[in-house]
């Protein structure tokens, strides 16, 4: 009896062994198959043209079937450290295209790729320079003295700061996941960009600081997550759809633009050492930045769960703004989330796009 026992249940493993093994193979064709069958990934395909444009620099103006229902245009300024496709991704998860559809005029400023060229290019430049050019430029094309300003995390930073100086262009303010406040210890992003040598390491890269370098330190921050991503590929890959996702996903994460030199040591040593923006000691070209004199209508945005951008670094802007007219909001959810989550679509767009409208007098 025991030895039949033992022939059965070796057989029972054979059979569960030689199961599995054919079910894996069933699965790697279907990756396989899948895969073979995507020829490109697009990303960024709402309709655009080029307004304006500085070097590598470019305005994109989003194309409209109908008139736009608030008046006044919208900028959006993205981060440095990543691209703004992120903000429309593809079709169906697209803050851009879900910002026309609520009836906004929608401008989106490209920063481009930074290079050798580029390697001396300060925070001023951005900021006085290519933002308030291409502001300049949509209140010239639109005949209005003021446009709706909406920043995004470090592009949110440089929203605030420029406000400060220009208040008299922004009607009203955006921010969304947008670091003021670098002093707090909740994201470990902050701690590791005080103990840096940015100038040694500006330096040792001779003055353009590579998008790589950038995306193994973010990866660094959760290296699980990366892990458990690809661990879920292969059953994830068995559908078409969901396969053409992570792709155009991956597509964005490893486009990361190298940083102008000059320009990521000023953020660095400026706000996220010395955290000058939220004493009110921060400086732009020998002019003191004061949030104060931030007094327009001013919407400000965090995820709950942000690991990049924790929402205490956000939400003290709001108590460094003399706005009276400013609104706090809360986004369940973590930083990509923000840009392409369904609660993004359904939601947080329509909040924004309302928002704005309320207040388009």
């Not at 093994?21 to 699965?27: L, P, R």
């Not at 709402?46 to 470019?58: L, S």
């Not at 320079?129 to 209005?144: E, K, Q, W």
């Not at 809360?330 to 909040?351: C, D, N, T, W």
Request: aromatic content about 10%; charged content about 25%.
């Amino acid at each position: 009896m025991e030895t039949a026992n033992i022939a059965n249940q070796a057989a029972e493993t054979v059979t569960r062994f030689t199961e599995q093994t054919a079910e894996q193979m069933n699965s790697m064709r279907t990756w396989a198959q899948n895969l073979s069958e995507i020829e490109t990934v697009d990303i960024a395909t709402a309709p655009r043209e080029t307004v304006w444009q500085d070097g590598k620099v470019k305005l994109y103006h989003f194309l409209r079937d109908t008139k736009a229902k608030v008046k006044t245009p919208v900028v959006i300024s993205y981060a440095l450290v990543n691209r703004w496709e992120m903000m429309d991704l593809q079709p169906d998860r697209s803050m851009i295209r879900r910002l026309l559809q609520e009836g906004l005029d929608v401008y989106v400023i490209d920063w481009g790729y930074a290079g050798v060229a580029e390697r001396y290019k300060t925070m001023g430049d951005y900021i006085n320079g290519n933002l308030d050019d291409c502001i300049d430029f949509v209140r010239d094309r639109h005949g209005v003295d003021q446009v709706n300003l909406v920043g995004v995390c470090q592009g949110g930073t440089f929203s605030v700061i420029y406000t400060a100086l220009h208040p008299e262009k922004v009607k009203n303010l955006v921010t969304l996941v947008t670091p003021v406040d670098f002093s707090h210890d909740e994201g470990l992003l902050f701690r590791w960009s005080r103990e840096v040598d940015v100038d040694s390491l500006v330096e040792g890269f001779n003055g353009v600081v590579p998008g790589e370098f950038l995306n193994i330190a973010f990866d660094l921050l959760k290296p699980m997550a990366k892990v458990k991503k690809y661990v879920n590929l292969p059953k994830l890959a068995q559908d078409k759809a969901k396969l053409e996702n992570f792709l155009r996903m991956e597509k964005w994460v490893s486009d990361g633009p190298a940083q102008a030199g000059e320009a990521y040591r000023e953020f660095i040593n400026e706000l996220y050492k010395q955290n000058k923006l939220a004493k009110g000691t921060f400086e732009l070209e020998g002019e003191k930045v004061d949030l104060k004199k931030i007094d327009m209508p001013i919407m400000t945005i965090y995820a709950s769960a942000d690991h990049l951008v924790p929402p205490p670094c956000t939400q003290k802007l709001n108590d460094l703004v003399s706005s009276t007219d400013k609104e706090l909001y809360e986004f369940p959810g973590g930083h990509i989330g923000v840009f392409v989550g369904s609660r993004s679509q359904k939601v947080l767009a329509p909040a924004i796009a309302e928002w704005l409208a309320n207040r388009d007098k």
